[in-house]
Structures are given as C-alpha cells and as structure tokens.
C-alpha cells in the first residue's frame, strides 16, 4: 500500500481527528487507509489535541509531563496544513507517526525535523513548535472534530459524509492491530451501520491487549 498514492474523488469522505502522539489514533488511521484501498472512501486527515482535551483536568502525574511535550507536534502539523494545504498534513502525520509508534523517537525536535523532511516540507516549520501563533487554528481544528462527539471521548474521532451516508461521527475505533485488506473493509462496513443507528450510543469491551503497531 502506498499511503502517499493520488486518491481521486469518491462516494465517501472519511475525516479523522487524531493527535500524532496517541497509538491508538495511529492504529485507526492506519485501518483507514486500509479501507481506501478496498471501499470508495476518502481519508482526510485533521488535528486535534491531547492537550487541549485535558486542559483544566485532573490527569496522573505521569501524564503531565506528556501534556505539556505534546504541544509542538500538532502546532507543527497545524502550521504545515496552513502553509501547504491538506495533503501536505496527510504526509506529515504519517512521517511523525512512523518516528512516534514505530521507531520510539520522542515528541522532541529530532523527530519534528526528520518527518518534515521525510514529508518534503520546509525544516523552519519546526518552529512552531515553541510558539503560541498557531493555537487559535488548533484549537479551531479540535473543536471542528471534538465537539460533535461531545467531550466525554479523545482520539481517533471519525466524521463520515457522503452521497451515500447521513452524517455521522463517532470517537473510535479502538483496535490492537488494524486490520488489512478486505477485513478492514467489513470493519468498516460494520462501524458506519452501527454508527449511523439513530439512538445508538456505545459498544465496549475490555482493552486486553496494549498497541500493536506492525
């Protein structure tokens, strides 16, 4: 699969608000760009911000620290969409999650630098990361993805639009690994018949298993 392929114009959009640094953001949105390879599905990748989300909470101590590292990444990708458009945010977030998940590389700006270069982008974006310029776009990107989902739920958050669907939007799903092919396509079949359920609200079971990346 190759995730930096020209997608043309399909039935379906599938918008997803993620934040680099969540593995359970990066495992869903690898299934997505499974499921544009086996359904007319457009993937269009958002920001949102862990951060922001918990801002004013009570969080563990060992969360705070992640809290306050977790700004520059999506100030980055915030100012690399503003600059260079969507595509451009799609190529970064899949370069910073390779270094994140993959790779254990940090939030830091090593990692910030070697995923602007890996996705073509000017290395001065970088400084965004140490910057408050960007926030009110961020927070605007947060609330487009977060606020229909309510704010009870975090990353992945799915809108799905299209000639086909109603609009709906869902936090999930939460999945250890992703699955591929035509698997990751009934997933998906069964995700948007369940979401888009009027009244449905919720299905869980116990995590029993942490992020599986590969």
């Not at 090593?110 to 996705?119: K, N």
């Not at 606020?147 to 639009?161: L, W």
Request: with cysteine.
């Amino acid at each position: 699969m190759n995730i930096n392929q020209p997608r043309h114009r399909t039935a379906t959009t599938a918008d997803i608000w993620v934040d680099p640094r969540c593995p359970w953001a990066w495992i869903a949105s690898r299934w997505l760009l499974e499921v544009e390879q086996v359904r007319p599905v457009e993937v269009r990748f958002h920001i949102m911000s862990l951060s922001v989300l918990n801002e004013g909470r009570e969080v563990p101590e060992k969360y705070r620290s992640a809290m306050v590292e977790g700004w520059g990444a999506v100030r980055v990708c915030i100012a690399a969409e503003q600059q260079h458009g969507p595509e451009a945010l799609r190529h970064l977030f899949n370069a910073m999650g390779t270094r994140i998940h993959h790779e254990k590389a940090g939030l830091g700006r090593g990692m910030l630098l070697a995923a602007l270069t890996e996705a073509d982008l000017p290395a001065e974006l970088v400084d965004a990361a140490d910057t408050t310029d960007y926030d009110k776009a961020l927070r605007a990107s947060h609330h487009a993805g977060m606020d229909p989902v309510g704010a009870e739920v975090g990353t992945p958050v799915i809108h799905v639009s299209g000639a086909d669907v109603e609009p709906i939007a869902f936090f999930g799903p939460v999945m250890s690994p992703a699955p591929r092919g035509e698997a990751a396509g009934r997933l998906w079949d069964g995700v948007v018949a369940v979401a888009g359920t009027d009244g449905f609200f919720e299905l869980k079971r116990s995590r029993t298993r942490d992020p599986i990346f590969g």
